[in-house]
């Protein structure tokens, strides 16, 4: 499949600390704009090219490959050189799958099934957008070694909230009414020393990458509906005794009624730590809440998609006497479009979002980041894709 669009991107920032204690005026700064148009890739579907088979094993059996790679159809930088899209191979049979190897999470899928967009260009939903960079691995950023002027390749290694590396799923069999369900498991694959003592006194080098998750729904006739739960651990120090987690709850659900789908998605992520021995001041954990409300509305040959998604951070900060409580950050989402499919395989759609940031969110439907030097604050995000899919 092959999905390329033209996309434009613009991010503002305002000047909200202008005031001096001085002299009783005000000093607006004004704003700065930052934007970028260029041709991109996967707006609609994500571009990839995959390989996948089967051997019937008999009695019932089956063993499976699929490997899927990304594709940077804009400028060829990408393509089976990687599987980071999945990795598996499987053995399936009356009693379900049992999966190995990188693929979606499982608390991914509701994000992105319960999308109108599919977690795809500048309409993806900031439930998505903002759990995803929530559940980065720490300091991972920071170690990667910067290359300059050399291809890039999809990285593996910076967070498993959309995919996970190392991992063993079970999946349910199809024949249960409409139910389904998968628990999965994920390994750090980090070296453990014994005794402890000879563990090098490095960050995140003993538990961190590991995951264990499941989602469980029910899909009949026009309903679905799934909720999903994981533990990420983003984090550790050894000789601290700390372990830093992000725990991720969501439940999404959709109906179509024919004329018009509902979609519609609550989430609630907390990155905390956990001690082995309790300190004398905790770090307050940091909470992630968010919604999605989605339509979809088939017209013709074409079918129109809006969605309408909000987040709110809350840094449990403690109160603090004669001094007002800082406001928690928070952003919204709105975003619209329309897909016309020229054939069971081709299709044209064009999509425009638009994210309101505020008490310092940073949300960015794609392009540049907010310029936030000089004491200006993120405040609008805008962006558009309009381009052709393709699939073979």
Known sequence: MVDASISGYSSTSRDLNGATFLNPFYVNKGSVKASSRGLATSGYNSSRLGFRGTEDLGGGL?????????????????????????????????????????????????DTVFDPFGTNGVGTNLVYTASAGFANFNGYADARTKLTNIPTISDVGGSNYTRTSNSIAYFLPPNLGGFYGQLQYSFSEKTKYSPGTATPNVANNSRTGRYVGGRFGYANGPLDVAAAYGSSTVGDLYYAGVTNKVNTFNLGASYDFGP??????????????????????????????????????????????????????????????FEPRVADPKANKLAIGYVHNLSKRTALYATVARISNKNGAALTVGGPAFVTSGGFTPKNSTGYDFGIRHAF
Not at 307 to 319: L, M, T
């Open 62 to 110: 089956a063993a499976s490959f699929w490997l899927e790679a990304p594709i940077k159809n804009d400028d060829g930088s990408e393509g089976v050189a990687t599987f980071a899209r999945r990795s598996t191979v499987s053995l399936s049979g009356g009693f379900g799958e049992v999966r190995l190897g990188r693929d979606y999470s499982a608390t991914f899928w509701n």
């Open 260 to 321: 018009v789908k509902l979609f519609g998605e609550v989430s609630r992520s907390k990155n905390k730590l956990d001690y082995e021995n309790e300190p004398l001041v905790r770090t307050a954990d940091v909470d992630l809440t968010g919604y999605l409300l989605g339509v979809t509305v088939p017209v013709g040959a074409g079918l129109i998609r809006a969605s309408y998604s909000s987040v709110k951070y809350d840094y449990n900060q403690p109160e603090v006497l």
